[in-house]
């Protein structure tokens, strides 16, 4: 249970964007049920969504009820809230099996940090409503001039040669039905979601007050984006996922490890489940001493621990502490193919190392490393050429086994980014 009021943490961690009355901020101490909705547009959900899970697990620890609804309904439709242009539609069996798999995801999530949550889909109910049922029930309590004014469709009809589809245009009605369906069913008296969320979000509420003449809340958190306005969750190979099978917990401890240090202390504060007196002291710590990477070594084991558990999160971090010694022979064989699972790879013969061992050179360029063997003389020269991690210093350098890791591999390297790893088959 947490001692001070939820609301007051959550505003001083800079959580609270909109709010739909001040209200809300006495009812947050284990008087509210709250829900937050997951789109099943892939088959897991991403570190894009770990902040509103997060969320609702803060909700959870001070006593509240939560609910996670899984969008299997909603979800064959598409939201038009943060998109440009129309989604693709997705078949009816995709989506299923996304939801199925999120289900898991969450519930395991949850009870893993010793939280109970319930959770729903939006299928269950959006399925027995017929066409008739929703014009008379919803679509008549809602003008046209309302649904027009909200950012999500005002940004789609600014491009006219996109536009919007009618069935994009009522996703906001179909989401506003869910507060409905999950107020008569769960009591629920709260939404949460991101700020671009809040059209939809408000269109419950008033969804709500029409059709029960009954006070409900909304919350949003702001919508956090990296330096170069991309969404957060996103990497340079693409979604950061929660699922170990699409990232695995090494690339995801290394995505929170790698955050520039202004956007690390903004996660710090949004992310952490650390009491906020912690969190400012480790950031005071941090400021004084960035060198550390204070913040970003708590934030990386801290986040991987809560979506992997802590087996997973401490061989993360000692694969990491191996890695950043640049000892590659401290590696333990998985965490060497973990490291070089992305590289590019070369080929040889184990073979010629044995009959006539070559020089580094011809194997920098012959692996594709280096354009040239003189390149590759110059770097050598210039101390600018890496062997296992180790700096090369004789330009007659011949590749031999005993050179080989784990009896295979060899990692050529120059600057931080140009690394090949050459592979000797037997």
Known sequence: MLKKSLFKELDARGLIFQVSD??????LDGKCVAYAGFDPSGPSLGVGNLLILIQLMRLAMAGNKVICLIGGGTGLIGDPGGKTKERELLSLQTVEQNASLIESQVTKFFNNNGCEITIA???????????????????????????????????????????????EFTYMLLQAYDYLYLYDNYDCNLQLG???????????????RRMRAKEVYGLTTP?????????????????????????????????WYNLPDDQAVNCMLFFSLKPIEDVIEITENFKKNPKSRLIQKELAYEMTALVHGVNQAEHAKTSSELIFSRNLKNLSIEQFQELNK??????????????????????????GLVNSISQAKRLIAQGGLYLN????????????????????????RFGKSHQMLIVFNK
């Open 22 to 27: 001040p209200k809300l901020a006495e009812l």
């Open 121 to 167: 889909n939006n299928s269950a109910w959006l399925k027995e409503l017929t066409l008739i049922e929703f014009l008379r029930e919803i679509g008549k309590r809602v003008t046209v001039n309302q649904m027009m004014a909200k950012e999500s469709v005002k940004r789609r009809l600014e491009r006219p040669e996109e536009g919007i589809s009618f069935a």
């Open 194 to 208: 991101a700020s671009e969320q809040w059209g939809n979000i408000s269109q419950g509420i008033e969804l709500i």
């Open 223 to 255: 919508l956090l984006l990296k330096s170069d306005g991309t969404k957060f969750g996103k990497s340079e190979k693409g979604n950061l996922w929660l699922d170990p099978q699409m990232t695995s917990p090494y690339e995801f401890y290394q995505f």
């Open 342 to 367: 992305n590289s590019p790879r070369a080929y040889f013969a184990y073979k010629r190392l044995l009959e006539n061992p070559p020089l580094l050179t011809e194997l920098a360029k012959e692996s």
């Open 389 to 412: 991690d180790m700096r090369v210093d004789n330009i007659e350098k011949r590749v031999t086994v005993e050179d080989l890791l784990f009896d295979q591999w060899l990692v050529l």
